[in-house]
């Protein structure tokens, strides 16, 4: 009899030792009983006959994880501090040819007949300028790089031939693109171009078009695989390139277990397979412009010309902004109007002045908590009284309203009624066919006005806009978030993008902080340097941060976890509690929520100390990006 170790895919539980009557080879995947239910599991070593009764192993599945998907699973569940099981449950197995894969006939093999449908370079009908030409140049002589490119500049043609090299070499290339609202113009420009060898890949995929792209995958005819994060842990075999576009959006962070960031994940694929990775962005992370050697490319393919005006408001339609919506409505033009993703928590505002408060230790804005009556840090948790009246300008006109899309469309119909107006964000766009019918309605002319949140500015192609209004600026900018101030400019900045390509366009953005807008939003390289000195001794990319939650329905034993943890780390000299306390939002999903926060000059450290010290309440996010 033979004894093996076997992770349970997806599961947080420690590997369970069962047997079989024949020898198996390392990471096979098998079918498993666990307390009366059957569960797939990978096979991690074989071991000894344990002094405990084992279970058999029930069926050898068709599917094996290669060594370099189990040494990635390894750093996975070891970096961000999860079960191996949880770190198998996001990679999908590579189909074997061996006697078990005779029952998954339906995914093709290696042997089908496939249409040469890609071009060769010589009919290629992407030509590049010189200094595209150049970067592409720069980024093949990096393995890990940044093509740091504004919007309109052609960074989607250098991928593309870069992609096209990989094909004459026989090698394959992973695309990965923040979320499914960038995949539809995307896919229509690779599909054109690349023809058959394309696999677009997202979780809105139906089970015919999902068993249909696994079928190309392993079979070979995929030649590049683009879609969201989850594209990145595909069974791809004869890798040479893994390009991230957007590399700055935070959708590529997970915000379930395991909490890893695609992006960082990428990059460390391409150290593991040996190839090289791109970073694109018209607006880079702090992180990535620190780290890796760029090539910049400046300017665009539009002519027309862009003009801001800034309005000092808080967030609402204003009379100006109203008007010039009718102006361009009558001119037969097309208007975008972007509001942030509505926030947890409001911020107090002064309408005179624009003044924030922001917590005494921490330099960031402090949250509005109704309930408690009480303005909160999330970071150290200093809580003070909601003060009376603004502590730079003494007015007592402080606010903290908001507005959302819902109420931005109803209110622009009621103003305009002859205006066609969509909402376009995650509460109307549901499925990868809204997103498809309202690109297709708003292209064609047959709404006038998108109104929307992030998903405004995700790289869609609109052709007709003439005037981007651009609200919320200030609340963006007064998160309790030490990225506030780049996630604030880096929204302006791909939002005034998406208008002014075919004619000249306005953009009015609301804020009383005009001088930081102004000063950065034709020069974004400034502001990454400056931010590098705020940044410096207190925030990543200078030091690594680890958030640990604690939730559970019965609030004392929520606390008592966490401050049972915050005593153990009081051992580790080189790892800082930054904070410790309840989360911002104190309850979801009725259960009461602590939390704790670390930072560290290296991620090793923390790691240490986390495994030395976590109980088993601990919910584990290295390099957190949220914070309320």
Known sequence: MNYYNISLKGSPLEPFTYHFDTVLEIGVEVIVEVRGRSAQGVILSQTQQPSFKTNS?????????????????????????????????????????????????????????????????????????????????????????????????????????????????????????????????????????????????????????????????????????????????????????????????????????????????????????????????????????????????????????????????????????????????????????????????????????????????????????????????????????????????????????????????QNIQELLPNAVVQQFDRDAITTANKLKKALKMFNNKESDILVGTQMLSKGHDYHGVTLAVVLGMDNMLNMSDYRAREKALSALIQVSGRSGRAKDAKVIVQTFNEEFFRTYINNYEEFLESEKLFRQELYPPYKKLCRILFSDKNGAKARDAMQEMQEKLAAFRDVEVVGAGKCAIERVANKYRFEILLRSDKSTSLIKAVHATKVTMAEVDMDPIEFA
């Open 57 to 409: 192993i029930k069926e050898l599945t068709a599917f094996r994880y290669s060594s370099k998907q189990m040494e990635m699973a390894k750093f996975i569940a070891s970096y961000y501090i999860c079960s191996l099981g949880d770190a198998f449950g996001l990679l999908t197995p590579f189909l074997t040819t061996s006697k078990y894969s005779h029952s998954h006939t339906e995914y093709g093999n290696e042997e089908s007949t496939l249409r040469p449908t890609i071009q060769t370079q010589q009919e290629s009908k992407i030509v590049l300028s010189d200094k595209q030409q150049e970067a592409l140049t720069f980024l093949k002589q990096h393995t890990i790089s940044l093509l740091f490119g504004d919007t309109g500049s052609g960074k989607t043609e250098i991928y593309m031939k870069y992609f096209e090299a990989m094909i004459a070499e026989g090698k394959r290339s992973i695309f990965l693109m923040p979320e499914i609202s960038l995949t539809p113009q995307m896919s229509q420009r690779l599909e054109e171009h690349f023809g058959e060898s394309v696999v677009m890949w997202h979780s809105k995929l139906t089970p015919k078009k999902r068993k249909e792209a696994m079928a190309k995958i392993y079979s070979g005819e995929a030649k590049i695989i683009a879609g969201p994060r989850s594209a990145l842990f595909l069974p791809i075999d004869e890798l040479g390139l893994i390009v991230v576009d957007e590399e700055h959006d935070d959708s590529y962070k997970s915000s379930s277990r395991p909490r890893y960031n695609a992006r960082d994940i990428a990059i460390y694929m391409g150290k593991l397979y040996g190839v090289n990775v791109v970073l694109g962005s018209a607006t880079p992370s702090l992180s990535s412009y620190v780290k890796f050697p760029h090539v910049r490319l400046k300017g665009g393919h539009f002519v027309a010309k862009k003009s801001f005006m800034y309005e000092k408001n808080v967030e609402s339609l204003s009379p100006l902004i109203v008007q010039h919506l009718k102006e361009t409505l009558e001119k037969k033009e097309q208007s975008i109007v972007f509001l942030p993703t509505r926030a947890n928590f409001k911020y107090l505002i002064c309408q005179d002045c624009g003044h924030t408060i922001k917590c005494a230790f921490c330099s960031v804005g402090m949250s509005v908590h109704q309930h408690s009556r009480a303005l909160k840090c999330h970071y150290c948790n200093f809580t003070q009284a909601i003060p009376q009246v603004c502590p730079e300008c003494h007015s007592s006109h402080l606010t903290s309203s908001r507005l959302g899309t819902a109420e931005a469309v």
